[in-house]
Antibody, heavy 122, light 107 residues
Framework: QVQLVQSGAELKKPGSSVKVSCKTS????????ISWVRQAPGQGLEWMGR????????SHSQKFQGRLTISADASTTTIHMELRSLKSDDTAVYYC???????????????WGRGTLVTVSS | EVVMTQSPATQSVSPGERATLSCRAS??????LAWYQQKPGQAPRLLIY???TRATGIPARFSGSGSGTEFTLTISSLQSEDFAVYYC?????????FGQGTKLEIK
């Protein structure tokens, strides 16, 4: 069974950073790329970026250029998403999702984590 | 980027009836279109990929059609568990983009 286990909710102040993790299985880590998708309260879905875990090369939406780092830790088969210089409109549920392929291309998402609520408030 | 437009924003349908949801792409995306269902407090669930292929475990009452710029998700006979928000997503061109969603509510 494919599982993506995300870290818990976070409360952050404007201007700070948040790091969300997504624990995968070894098979997923070695054979699929992983994306991050976020959803602001009451809003739709927004793709942020993806990584090929075993290679470690990420690709980001230009909207997050300079603020977003996606990384992979092979020792724990965990993907990390760090977003810096947080603003109130970064308040959202952040999902990791398994891509349907393994290259730095657009994909559909066949499995999703449960999501991590990040609240940015002073 | 490819802009995905879903219509209607909200659709009211009675259980047992058919629902038809639309998704339009701002440029041709061939058949690189997926549909997701999302219930409150849950992650999205993949229903359809390749515009018309049901994902594993998805009931046959869900069907997808279309190619190019016009796509449709049809739910043939609505069950109580089908009332949710539905999103389309294109994966033909970077960056991956989603529609704004259609909320399917009980009439």
């Amino acid at each position: 069974q494919v599982q993506l286990v995300q870290s818990g909710a976070e409360l952050k102040k404007p201007g700070s950073s948040v790091k969300v993790s997504c624990k995968t299985s070894g098979a997923t880590f070695s054979s699929y790329s992983i994306s991050w998708v976020r959803q602001a309260p009451g809003q739709g879905l927004e793709w942020m970026g993806r990584i090929i875990p075993v290679i470690g090369s990420p690709s980001h939406s230009q909207k997050f250029q300079g603020r977003l780092t996606i990384s992979a830790d092979a020792s724990t088969t965990t993907i990390h998403m760090e977003l810096r210089s947080l603003k109130s409109d970064d308040t959202a549920v952040y999902y990791c999702a398994r891509d349907s392929g393994y290259q730095m291309l657009p994909y559909y998402f066949d499995y999703w984590g449960r999501g991590t609520l990040v609240t940015v408030s002073s | 980027e490819v802009v995905m437009t879903q219509s209607p924003a909200t659709q009211s349908v009675s259980p047992g009836e058919r629902a038809t949801l639309s998704c339009r792409a701002s440029q041709s995306i061939r058949s690189a279109l997926a549909w997701y269902q999302q219930k409150p407090g849950q992650a999205p669930r993949l229903l359809i990929y390749g515009a018309s292929t049901r994902a594993t475990g998805i009931p046959a009452r869900f069907s997808g059609s279309g190619s190019g710029t016009e796509f449709t998700l049809t739910i043939s006979s609505l069950q109580s568990e089908d009332f949710a928000v539905y999103y389309c997503q294109q994966y033909n061109m970077w960056p991956d983009t989603f529609g704004q969603g259609t909320k399917l509510e009980i009439k």
